[in-house]
T-cell receptor
Framework: DAGVIQSPRHEVTEMGQEVTLRCKPI?????LFWYRQTMMRGLELLIY????????DSGMPEDRFSAKMPNASFSTLKIQPSEPRDSAVYFC??????????????FGQGTRLTVV | KQEVTQIPAALSVPEGENLVLNCSFT??????LQWFRQDPGKGLTSLLL?????REQTSGRLNASLDKSSGRSTLYIAASQPGDSATYLC??????????FGRGTSLIVHP
């Protein structure tokens, strides 16, 4: 398997523009997580999906952020409008079916977002 | 709410030293604990996964232990090499099923 695939790898956009980040989880994985990483705050969970359903979105900063998972093989994180403080690396992760002790989390390579 | 702390935040050592990185967590009701490595500008690479019923896991020069009752895990790196330089993160997965991360330990191994 190719692992968790994120696109784009880098995104530079102007303040106020809409940004869409994409994630393809590992086939067969039923849990998907979006994280944001900054120097100040480390890795923060934004939203967690299980079987394509959002379970916990308490980490989504504000209404400018939205996430969808229309099917088991695709998820998007959208920021509209973007602001300079959204600049960060955004990671997507997936875990296998089941929520037991042997469910290892696999991460994508991340999308480095810069809002100018 | 689960909180994960990693000590030290940064470490610089000469090549060949044996190292211990620490991870502590506040809620001992966990499913597993996972150690990751992150190189600058890169994603997270899984190193070791310890299930809640296990005491330790080994992979090559890496050994991770888990003491669930005291809320602690250690990552032991034997005979460190410059290629081990990276940030090491631990993540705990508990009742919420969400991996919760520490801030990481930034390791530099100099020749």
């Amino acid at each position: 398997d190719a692992g968790v695939i994120q696109s784009p790898r880098h995104e530079v956009t102007e303040m106020g523009q809409e940004v869409t980040l994409r994630c393809k989880p590992i086939s067969g994985h039923n849990s998907l997580f979006w994280y944001r990483q900054t120097m100040m705050r480390g890795l923060e969970l934004l939203i967690y999906f299980n079987n394509n359903v959002p379970i916990d979105d308490s980490g989504m900063p504000e209404d400018r952020f939205s996430a969808k998972m229309p099917n088991a093989s695709f998820s998007t994180l959208k920021i509209q409008p973007s602001e300079p403080r959204d600049s960060a690396v955004y990671f997507c992760a997936s875990t296998p079916r089941g929520l037991g002790a042997n469910t290892e989390a696999f991460f994508g390579q991340g999308t480095r977002l810069t809002v100018v | 709410k689960q909180e994960v702390t990693q000590i030290p935040a940064a470490l610089s050592v000469p090549e060949g030293e044996n190292l211990v990185l620490n991870c502590s967590f506040t809620d001992s009701a966990i499913y597993n604990l996972q150690w990751f490595r992150q190189d600058p500008g890169k994603g997270l690479t899984s190193l070791l996964l310890i299930q809640s019923s296990q005491r330790e896991q080994t992979s090559g020069r890496l050994n991770a232990s888990l003491d669930k009752s005291s809320g602690r895990s250690t990552l032991y790196i034997a005979a460190s090499q410059p290629g081990d330089s990276a940030t090491y993160l631990c993540a705990v997965r508990g009742g919420s099923y969400i991996p919760t991360f520490g801030r990481g330990t930034s390791l530099i191994v100099h020749p």
